[in-house]
């Protein structure tokens, strides 16, 4: 008796895309037949169960989340996760949708789960997505965009825009991860060649150092443009030896005066006195050619 219902049910909803009438989602039929089946054989009062398949047949992006949802805790994963797909892929860009795809895939795909938390968290925006999406990177060994997530989750409410939407208690717990993660950090700096370094250094202080467009920003700026030019003549000019030996003692001397800015953090101090270290040896090494 289901199966005639649910046929029956999906030739009004391919009429309803054929005429034109409005639906927030459009799922494939198949798809669809599979969340109005497990609507059925669901425990919830007959009352529930119809308001549930009108709702699915009008293509509510919210129903159709909710029931794949339960599909999934049902043990139904496949099929959940292609209807959070549609959801989230599709038109109708659902945020929650992709928050449930990137914990759908964080064991067995992270790149997959970074992906989706990463939209969620930019586009929502979304706060916890933000600190997951930061949480994945680190747990597939990439410190500098995991950092900077964590970070961004971390002053999620500092934006007019986000503040109504950051909770206290979450910033609260995503600070203490980002120390935590801060700390670790540092020690693994001590490993950490001059991209690692560059790549991590504006993530490196909770409070937002160096600033946009103040001193210590330009002084960092004029540091790796020196060595990104440094580089460029070892690469295309090895003999003008003086002038690159001049690249390095100008990024040196823009570093020394950097170190001694108020307001860095302990993470920035390590990765700056790591920094001294390399450009120390790779004038050592100008010296003795």
Known sequence: MH???ITFLLLCYILTLII???ANANIPAELLATALNHVRSS???????ETTIQSLLGGDVYTLYKVAKDMNSSGDVMNSIQIW???ADG?????QSMVSLGFAYSEQDKKQSVKYFVQAGEDGPHQASLFNAGRMFVEMNDLAPGLAYIRKSVTFGNSNDDVRRSSPKLTQQFTKAYHDLSRMAQDAAKE???QGI?????YAN???????GSKEATLWDLTLQSLQEYFEMKEQQPQQQKDMQLKLENAKEDLIELQKSKGMSDLQEVLLSKLMAHLSGMMTMMDEL
């Open 206 to 212: 909770i409070d937002d150092f160096p600033k946009d």
């Open 192 to 194: 950490m060649g001059l």
């Open 3 to 5: 199966s005639i219902e």
């Open 91 to 95: 038109d109708a860009h659902h945020i």
């Open 198 to 202: 560059s790549d991590i250094f504006m």
């Open 20 to 22: 034109g009438q409005d």
């Open 43 to 49: 425990n919830q009062s007959d009352i529930n169960t």
């Open 85 to 87: 797909h549609n959801l």
